[in-house]
């Protein structure tokens, strides 16, 4: 399983586009990322995963770098509502491993 | 779909009693994974499931700690005899197949332990 890195803390203003990035640098060829959050004491939520490419859905952009070693998730137009710790890992054998995470706080 | 649904919400308990949590996956899921998470050390992965089967248990801190998967629709973790140190939040979580499309997890149970 892929060790990652993340910053412990970040701050974003509100409408801004908030970029979260990560290090994971011994993430293996067949490793998805997979970007997580959990906001106040609920369960983790999925947000986005990606192999290769860079991905988008409602939620999020995922940007991967072409050597795979880092990535960088987009919250494009962030809200207070995004206000949660932010995790990133990599997902092998089944088994997804959680880091300490970013957490971020939107500012109004 | 309701979700993962985890029962108790809450529980408190004495020191040396026994306590059972209680997760109901996702109908179809057919993976599910059991987590804690305290404050010292974050999330942890306890064990996993596959079609039932346990597949991983290498995250569970002890034989005080087992848990089962009975069939598809209900899983136990169960911690005998319980320690303070086991306070914490026990998340369960199902999946599809690898897990591709995410992890589902349930609201957790708050587990103190006195």
């Known amino acids: 399983d892929a060790k990652t890195t993340q910053p412990p803390s970040m701050d974003c203003a509100e409408g801004r586009a908030a970029n979260l990035p990560c290090n994971h640098s011994t993430i293996s060829g067949n490793e998805y990322v997979y970007w997580y959050r959990q906001i106040h004491s609920q369960g983790p939520q999925y947000i986005i995963h990606g192999l290769k490419n860079n991905e988008t859905n409602e939620m999020a952009s995922l940007i991967i770098t072409e050597d795979r070693k880092s990535s960088t998730l987009i919250l494009p137009h962030a809200t207070l509502r995004d206000t949660a710790v932010y995790y990133c890992t990599g997902q092998g054998a089944q088994k997804l491993v959680f880091g300490q995470g970013t957490r971020l706080t939107i500012n109004p | 779909d309701a979700g993962v649904i985890q029962s108790p919400r809450h529980e408190v308990t004495e020191m040396g009693q026994e306590v059972t949590l209680r997760c109901k996956p996702i109908s179809g899921h057919n993976s599910l994974f059991w987590y804690r998470q305290t404050m010292m050390r974050g999330l942890e992965l306890l064990i996993y499931?596959?079609?039932?089967?346990?597949?991983?248990d290498s995250g569970m801190p002890e034989d005080r700690f087992s848990a089962k998967m009975p069939n598809a629709s209900f899983s136990t973790l169960k911690i005998q005899p319980s320690e303070p140190r086991d306070s914490a939040v026990y998340f369960c979580?199902?999946?599809?197949?690898?897990?591709?499309?995410?992890?589902?997890f349930g609201s957790g149970t708050r587990l103190t332990v006195v």
């Open positions: 499931f596959n079609n039932n089967v346990p597949i991983d």
């Open positions: 979580a199902s999946s599809l197949g690898s897990g591709t499309y995410g992890y589902t």
